[in-house]
């Protein structure tokens, strides 16, 4: 079974840049797609970023495309999410999220689709 651990959150100011790592436990880890939500308090996890189980294939939510990006480095087990351009509205609980697939090319932004998640990492934008 693969574990995630999250790690990079912290505070920054609005237009500013965060990089989010994501450590992935287990010898089969490149056979997880990935994804990143996000959660405030009193809303549901919101999808953010998907990485297929190569590294080929991104998706992203609208509200962050050509700000954030997802990559994968199946050699070290790491997901990371850079973000860049930093709004207030961005603050949130990261999490990263896996699921195992079959096919290489899939990606996944349902966080019913998931069955593996990180316990979170805080990211807040101070405007």
């Known amino acids: 079974q693969v574990q995630l651990v999250e790690s990079g959150g912290g505070l920054v100011q609005a237009g500013g840049s965060l990089r989010l790592s994501c450590a992935a436990s287990?010898?089969?880890?490149?056979?997880?797609?990935v994804g990143w939500f996000r959660q405030t308090p009193g809303k549901e996890r919101e999808f953010v970023a998907a990485?297929?189980?190569?590294?080929?294939?991104?998706y992203y939510a609208d509200s962050v495309k050509g700000r954030f990006t997802i990559s994968r480095d199946n050699a070290e087990n790491t997901v990371s999410l850079q973000m860049n351009s930093l709004k207030p509205e961005d603050t949130a609980a990261y999490y990263c999220a896996a699921k195992k697939s079959f096919v290489g090319s899939f990606v996944y932004s349902l966080s019913s689709e998931y069955d593996i998640w990180g316990q979170g990492a805080q990211v807040t934008v101070s405007s």
């Open positions: 287990g010898r089969t880890a490149s056979t997880y797609s």
């Open positions: 990485c297929s189980r190569s590294g080929g294939f991104t």
